[in-house]
């Protein structure tokens, strides 16, 4: 039974840092390429970062580009997301996705995790 389990969400004020994790079981990790999403209320779900199997290729949403850095680290099992310079908008919930590739399509990722809740004030 494949597991992701995101956790590191909490409240933060404007202009601070966070480091999300997601941790992975049941699956070949090293495997699957690991992206994460957000939703924010009243909005899709919608592409963050992605990074690739072996950790070569990354791939950022304009909107966190230069602000959020995406890693992993297979013997772990684990893929990070570090967020910095957070904005108000950052605020969403937060998710990790396994896909067989790296690709910014919701759909086109096998297995998700729960999610966790991300909220910057201003």
């Known amino acids: 039974q494949v597991q992701l389990v995101e956790s590191g969400g909490t409240l933060v004020q404007a202009g601070g840092s966070l480091r999300l994790s997601c941790a992975a079981s049941g699956l070949t990790f090293r495997s699957y390429a690991m992206g994460w999403f957000r939703r924010a209320p009243g909005k899709e779900r919608e592409f963050v970062a992605v990074l690739s199997a072996n950790g070569a290729f990354t791939n950022y949403a304009d909107s966190v580009k230069g602000r959020f850095t995406v890693s992993r680290d297979n013997p772990k099992n684990t893929v990070y997301l570090q967020m910095t310079s957070l904005k108000p908008e950052d605020t969403a919930v937060y998710y990790c996705?396994?896909?067989?590739?790296?690709?910014?399509?919701?759909?086109?990722?096998?297995?998700w995790g729960q999610g966790t809740q991300v909220t910057v004030s201003s």
């Open positions: 996705g396994a896909a067989k590739a790296p690709d910014t399509r919701v759909y086109m990722y096998n297995y």
